[in-house]
Nanobody, 126 residues
């Protein structure tokens, strides 16, 4: 599975942005997809995940109610709609794929994810 993330940029606090991640490869449709982020001098952390059939989602507490993950099953693309952005959301955002995941599974740990995209940077100014 190959992953290509896009959509990062500079936005003011309170603003919105949508990240996209295109998944390709023979088993891309069988993958749960997740978003993780890493801020400067901090460890990578989970943001959101969605199951292969879009029936299950999970969110980090810090983004619940502000971020929404979705996926286009036909186009094998996962989206992260980010609203009410805060300066602490500033990070490099990575999408990841858990290949051949069971239906409804959307892992919050990085361990099950087999493939990682290159990252897209988000900066939220105060």
């Amino acid at each position: 599975v190959q992953l290509q993330a896009s959509g990062g940029g500079l936005v003011q606090a309170g603003g919105s942005l949508r990240l996209s991640c295109a998944a390709s490869g023979r088993t891309a449709r069988d993958s749960a997809l997740g978003w993780f982020r890493q801020a400067p001098e901090k460890e990578r952390e989970f943001v959101a995940a969605i199951s292969r059939d879009a029936s299950g989602t999970n969110y980090a507490d810090s983004v619940k109610g502000r971020f929404t993950i979705s996926r286009d099953l036909a186009r094998r693309t996962v989206y992260l709609q980010m609203n009410s952005l805060k300066p602490e959301d500033t990070a490099v955002y990575y999408c990841a794929a858990y290949d051949r995941a069971r239906y409804g599974v959307a892992p919050t740990s990085s361990h099950p994810y087999d493939y990682w995209g290159q990252g897209t940077e988000l900066t939220v100014s105060s």
